[in-house]
Nanobody, 115 residues
Framework: QVQFVESGGGLVQPGGSLRLSCAASGDFNTIYTMAWYRQAPGKQRELVSTITIEGLTHYEDSVKGRFTVSRDNARGSLYLQMNSLKPEDTAIYYC?????????WGQGTQVTVSS
């Protein structure tokens, strides 16, 4: 089964940017839809963005126009460019398939937006 390792999080001021990366082990190209999820303290994990193997994308309303998802099928990688970050974007960000692989959850990468 494919597993994922996220990286690129950090502490950033409101209005700043971060680029998250996700490296997949296994056959990434068999996964039709990949996704970024996030979980804020005290909240359930939520879907942030998806991208199909053809490059069709979808975004949760609160991140539209600020986040851009991309994938590199040759490298087995997924990315999330996050601009104009807000405090409410603070969360642990995870990548996985959509629908997710239960055994595919990594440790995630922490994103903290604070002044």
């Amino acid at each position: 089964q494919v597993q994922f390792v996220e990286s690129g999080g950090g502490l950033v001021q409101p209005g700043g940017s971060l680029r998250l990366s996700c490296a997949a082990s296994g056959d990434f190209n068999t996964i039709y839809t990949m996704a970024w999820y996030r979980q804020a303290p005290g909240k359930q994990r939520e879907l942030v963005s998806t991208i199909t193997i053809e490059g069709l994308t979808h975004y949760e309303d609160s991140v539209k126009g600020r986040f851009t998802v991309s994938r590199d099928n040759a490298r087995g990688s997924l990315y999330l460019q996050m601009n104009s970050l807000k405090p409410e974007d603070t969360a642990i960000y995870y990548c996985n398939a959509d629908p997710w692989f239960q055994g595919g959850w990594g440790q995630g990468t922490q994103v903290t937006v604070s002044s």
